[in-house]
């Protein structure tokens, strides 16, 4: 009477594991309401300081490397005449943790929308898709400042794949690194 009890007993375990339904995946984890509210701050001062120059808002947006880097971009600008981009327009297409701080991967337009749609290229973005350079880093391999565009020639520059890094720095998330991955759309 016992093994057919142990026998019962392990028919209905197995019958229901197997009338379990596939799990479905955890969302990916979204940063906290500080976090986005910094991103969202870093290119509001950016886009001031293209058009304005340095003011006290850069510094409480972003910190090194990229802050030092960003700054040599607006003196180089300044150099050659300044800016000629119009509103900085974003969608982002994912966030991810890294570490102790957030990635960002945003198609942006840096000519304020004047050509084409923003769309991240195929395959760009997607569940499980790293969302900028490797897992840690904070390099900004350009001076921090978008690829320049050709509106100055009549011809508008497509959007741009951008991953922006904040982390914890000075008591406030601020921008650490930025980073250019091609065009999107």
């Given at each position: 009477m016992?093994?057919?009890?142990?026998?019962?007993?392990?028919?209905?375990?197995?019958?229901?594991?197997?009338?379990?339904?596939?799990?479905?995946?955890?969302?990916?984890?979204?940063?906290?309401?500080?976090?986005?509210?910094a991103?969202e701050a870093?290119?509001?001062?950016?886009?001031?300081?293209?058009?304005?120059?340095?003011?006290?808002?850069?510094?409480?947006?972003?910190?090194?490397?990229?802050?030092?880097?960003?700054?040599?971009?607006?003196?180089?600008?300044?150099?050659?005449?300044?800016?000629?981009?119009?509103?900085?327009?974003?969608?982002v297409?994912?966030?991810?943790?890294?570490?102790?701080?957030?990635?960002f991967?945003?198609?942006?337009?840096?000519?304020?929308?004047?050509?084409e749609?923003?769309?991240?290229?195929?395959?760009?973005?997607?569940?499980?898709?790293?969302?900028?350079?490797?897992?840690?880093?904070?390099?900004?391999?350009?001076?921090?400042?978008?690829?320049?565009?050709?509106?100055?020639?009549?011809?508008?520059?497509?959007?741009t794949?951008?991953?922006?890094?904040?982390?914890?720095?000075?008591?406030?998330?601020?921008?650490?690194?930025?980073?250019?991955?091609?065009?999107?759309?």
């Open positions: 016992r093994w057919p009890r142990l026998g019962l007993a392990s028919a209905l375990l197995l019958a229901g594991c197997a009338a379990t339904p596939n799990a479905t995946p955890a969302p990916p984890p979204q940063p906290p309401a500080e976090v986005t509210a991103y870093y290119w509001s001062a950016w886009e001031h300081a293209q058009h304005h120059g340095e003011d006290d808002r850069l510094p409480k947006a972003a910190a090194d490397p990229l802050l030092t880097s960003l700054r040599q971009g607006l003196r180089e600008q300044a150099e050659y005449g300044g800016s000629d981009w119009g509103t900085v327009e974003r969608e297409l994912g966030v991810e943790a890294r570490g102790s701080g957030w990635a991967a945003a198609c942006v337009d840096f000519d304020g929308g004047e050509g749609g923003l769309e991240a290229p195929a395959g760009a973005v997607g569940p499980g898709t790293e969302v900028g350079p490797s897992a840690g880093a904070d390099a900004t391999p350009s001076p921090g400042n978008a690829p320049k565009d050709s509106t100055a020639d009549g011809m508008d520059a497509p959007p794949l951008v991953t922006v890094v904040l982390r914890p720095r000075e008591g406030a998330w601020k921008a650490v690194g930025m980073w250019f991955g091609g065009t999107c759309g």
